[in-house]
């Protein structure tokens, strides 16, 4: 079965400096994986996806995540992270090729905290 | 606008009372999906619907239950069954093909009087 995880529950940065959300996976065969963010009393936003090609994926608002099989990570990251950009990110996966819509799995979030 | 509809935004439940949360979509997706979510726990799936009139149990499905009756709708009934049903619901959606990203509503919060 696949699996998630983030280990950081709470990543702290201050505005202006480059952050990462880190974030592995456990998968049988190749992954598909998904970053997303929630804002306060709101659903899911879509980021970023990795599905085949390039291992730099470039997403919404400045977010890029690199995808890397060796380490089986895929970690969120942004050159220079706003105050805004504080909310809670989940990292997900679901295997490749999978028939069907078998639902993703998420790893339970990482919450960013944007310094001024 | 396409997207997902969740309704009410706030919800409050009696003991011994089962209650529904509403979750339309006007996507045209095929799988629709609800988890629930609590602090520090991320999602959890409660259950997913591939096609009108099917669903499947996700891994919290017990004291819940959905129907399927229309592409656009995915109703969640909170049945008495489920003993500590506050948390924040969320409902999804998502195309056919599997590569594409799941859409989320806005959430229903449900808390107990």
């Known amino acids: 079965a696949q699996s998630v995880a983030q280990p950081e529950d709470q990543v702290n940065v201050a505005e202006g400096n480059p952050l990462t959300v880190k974030c592995t996976y456990s998968v049988s065969g190749n992954p598909y994986l998904f970053w997303y963010v929630q804002y306060p009393n709101r659903g899911l936003q879509f980021l970023l996806k990795?599905?085949?090609?390039?291992?730099l994926v470039k997403g919404s608002y400045g977010f890029e995540a690199e995808f890397n099989k060796s380490q089986t990570s895929f970690h969120l990251k942004k050159p220079s992270a706003l105050v805004s950009d504080s909310a809670l990110y989940f990292c997900?996966?679901?295997?490749?090729?999978?028939?069907?819509?078998?639902?993703?799995?998420f790893g339970k979030g990482t919450r960013l905290s944007v310094i001024a | 606008d396409g997207g997902i509809t969740q309704s009410p935004k706030y919800l409050f439940r009696k003991e011994g009372q089962n209650v529904t949360l509403s979750c339309e979509q006007n996507?045209?997706?095929?799988?629709m999906y609800w988890y629930r979510q609590d602090p520090g726990q991320g999602l959890r799936l409660i259950y997913y619907s591939q096609i009108v009139n099917d669903f499947q149990k996700g891994d919290i499905a017990e004291g819940y239950s959905v129907s399927r009756e229309k592409k656009e709708s995915f109703p969640l009934t909170v049945t008495s069954a489920q003993k500590n049903p506050t948390a924040f619901y969320l409902c999804?959606?998502?195309?056919?093909?599997?590569?594409?990203?799941?859409?989320f509503g806005d959430g229903t919060r449900l808390s107990i009087l």
């Open positions: 999804a959606s998502s195309p056919e093909r599997t590569n594409q990203p799941q859409h």
């Open positions: 990795y599905i085949t090609g390039d291992n």
């Open positions: 996507l045209n997706h095929d799988a």
């Open positions: 997900a996966v679901i295997p490749a090729g999978n028939s069907g819509n078998t639902p993703l799995v």
